[in-house]
């Protein structure tokens, strides 16, 4: 193993009925909770939408996650915009303070 690299190890998950292995780092049973709810939201999509056809559902849920992530990724952009503008306003009023503090002599 390369030094700075993460062991992975061999995890068995089961979507759609179909057995995969695959080498994830970390806790293995995280990677078979994250397969559970794909499982989960696949079965979902699937019976919404009357797809049928796992590969259609798989998309399907593709474009589900996609547009999760997205939006979380904008939500968190709003939150680190948010924090930088506080984080200016106080450092501006640190900075009056600053300013008006009396001197030591």
């Known amino acids: ?21 695959v080498l994830a780092p970390g806790d293995p049973a995280e990677i078979l909770q994250l397969a559970a709810e794909i499982d989960d939201t696949m079965t979902r999509i699937a019976a919404r939408s009357g797809a049928a056809d796992s590969m259609r559902a798989a998309i399907l849920t593709c474009m589900h996650l996609a547009d999760r992530a997205r939006t979380l990724e904008r939500e ?3 939150i680190r915009r948010r924090i930088g503008d506080k984080a200016r306003r106080i450092a501006e009023i640190l900075d009056r303070a600053g300013d008006t503090a009396p001197r030591a002599r």
């Open 1 to 21: 193993m390369q030094p700075g690299s993460v062991e992975k190890k061999p995890v068995r998950i089961t979507v759609c009925g179909q057995t995969f292995t």
């Open 76 to 78: 968190l952009e709003d």
